[in-house]
Nanobody
Framework: QVQLVESGGGLVQAGGSLRLSCAAS????????MGWFRQAPAKEREFVAT????????YYADSVKGRFTISRDNAKNAVYLQMNSLRPEDTAVYYC?????????????????WGQGTQVTVSS
């Protein structure tokens, strides 16, 4: 069982930066692939970024590539999402997820555990 708690969301102007954190419980955290998803009002939850257990393999949605960076610290049971050059269209609730998979999952169904989400609002 893994419990996930996101933090770091907030209100930022376009062009600004935020760093989201996800704290995980569970002794086997390092064995999970971790992901970030987001959901805007009236839209489906969409993939943002994922990182494999070792941290050596990452994958991003085209919409955030070059602006967002996912990283993890297995010693701290944490995963992060550094978001730069934020745009109004990045406004959404951001969710952290953990999956017992051995690939870079980009689908909702790839992940077994979810956090409650943290709101990110980018003003124009």
């Amino acid at each position: 069982q893994v419990q996930l708690v996101e933090s770091g969301g907030g209100l930022v102007q376009a062009g600004g930066s935020l760093r989201l954190s996800c704290a995980a419980s569970g002794r086997t955290f390092s064995s999970y692939t971790m992901g970030w998803f987001r959901q805007a009002p009236a839209k489906e939850r969409e993939f943002v970024a994922t990182i494999r257990w070792s941290g050596g393999s990452t994958y991003y949605a085209d919409s955030v590539k070059g602006r967002f960076t996912i990283s993890r610290d297995n010693a701290k049971n944490a995963v992060y999402l550094q978001m730069n050059s934020l745009r109004p269209e990045d406004t959404a609730v951001y969710y952290c997820a953990a999956g017992r998979i051995r690939y870079s999952g980009t689908y909702y169904q790839d992940y077994d555990y979810w956090g409650q989400g943290t709101q990110v609002t980018v003003s124009s």
